[in-house]
């Protein structure tokens, strides 16, 4: 279940907050600005569309009805839903933006996925979160249990969040951090700067790679440990698969080919003892499940 009765109670008071910290607010408005791609996004979590209205977001998914009742007084139409079952079909979006959403969705991993699902290949995903590791967030766990709304909030780190998002199939682009003073400190909008580590807020752009990337990143990765033969038997793999996505549908062709790099990297890691192998093997066997899940999603089986 959404976390949602918090702000389901507390709506006003959730809405307020902007208010009340108007120049964190701001910092936090400039940095998403900052690395929002030109083209159109979706909200997910819009809550009461403080951030979507002024980043011209029309469209928003959110669980809570009485947070949608205010972000449609402010323009956006909000379709009812969570981040691990988003109401659009695959490959249907160019841009998703979850601004200190992750930290309250039941499932981050089944969200990010249920992100990759449904942006085209080289869409993108913006998520802006308060750093665990940094001055803030400490705060936020240290009063955790005191917090209507936090209670139940799950933080990461930006680590974290950068190894969800990789592990799910996106290329991180850009990172950028902002709020660089405990919250009742911040008296004027503050700076954003590039990379994390100091601010406490942080924005992070990263872009749904598509089965082509992940082809050419295993080319890539045969180079340097020199095995260049997987290279063709690679391409003839590719080539026996040509027109099935026709006939049989792009996930389920999208999982074969997975599953054939996974049995290559496999080899290449008995090989080889190399990091980078381990590491591409594991988001390759991910994405291989994550086309297995949409498959299953797409083609349910038929109940006698």
């Known amino acids: 279940m959404p976390k949602i009765k918090p702000f389901e109670e507390h709506t006003e008071r959730y809405d307020n907050w902007f208010e009340r910290h108007k120049y964190a607010y701001l910092s936090e408005l400039n940095a998403i600005r900052e690395i929002m791609p030109s083209r159109d996004c979706v909200e997910v979590g819009v809550g009461t569309g403080r951030f979507a209205e002024p980043l011209g977001i029309k469209l928003g998914v959110e669980?809570?009805?009485?947070?949608?009742?205010?972000?449609?007084?402010?323009?956006?139409?909000?379709?009812?839903?969570?981040?691990?079952?988003?109401?659009?079909?695959?490959?249907?979006?160019?841009?998703?933006?979850?601004?200190?959403?992750?930290?309250?969705?039941?499932?981050?991993?089944?969200?990010?996925?249920?992100?990759?699902?449904?942006?085209?290949?080289?869409?993108?995903?913006?998520?802006?979160?308060?750093?665990?590791?940094?001055?803030?967030?400490?705060?936020?766990?240290?009063?955790?249990e005191k917090s209507v709304f936090y209670r139940e909030a799950r933080f990461f780190s930006t680590r974290e969040i950068i190894d969800l998002l990789e592990k799910s199939g996106f290329k991180v682009e850009r990172i950028v951090q902002t709020l660089f003073h405990p919250l009742n400190e911040i008296k004027d909008i503050e700076p954003v700067e590039e990379g994390f580590g100091k601010g406490s807020f942080v924005g992070i752009r990263a872009r749904k790679k598509d089965v082509n990337d992940i082809v050419e990143d295993v080319k890539s990765l045969?180079?340097?440990?020199?095995?260049?033969?997987?290279?063709?038997?690679?391409?003839?793999?590719?080539?026996?698969?040509?027109?099935?996505?026709?006939?049989?549908?792009?996930?389920?062709?999208?999982?074969?080919?997975?599953?054939?790099?996974?049995?290559?990297?496999?080899?290449?890691?008995?090989?080889?003892?190399?990091?980078?192998?381990i590491k591409l093997l594991d988001t390759v066997k991910r994405m291989r499940e994550q086309e297995e899940y949409f498959l299953r999603k797409s083609n349910p089986p038929i109940s006698e």
Do not use: Q
């Open 63 to 144: 669980p809570s009805k009485k947070m949608a009742e205010i972000a449609e007084k402010r323009g956006i139409k909000v379709i009812e839903g969570v981040a691990e079952n988003l109401p659009f079909p695959d490959n249907s979006l160019d841009c998703i933006l979850m601004v200190t959403t992750i930290c309250f969705v039941d499932d981050p991993e089944k969200a990010i996925k249920e992100a990759y699902r449904v942006l085209k290949p080289g869409g993108h995903i913006i998520i802006g979160f308060i750093d665990r590791e940094s001055e803030i967030g400490r705060e936020y766990e240290r009063n955790k």
């Open 222 to 277: 045969a180079r340097e440990v020199g095995e260049e033969g997987i290279i063709e038997t690679i391409d003839r793999f590719i080539k026996l698969n040509e027109g099935l996505e026709k006939t049989r549908g792009e996930h389920f062709v999208k999982a074969g080919i997975y599953g054939f790099l996974e049995g290559l990297l496999t080899t290449l890691k008995l090989k080889h003892n190399n990091d980078n192998i």
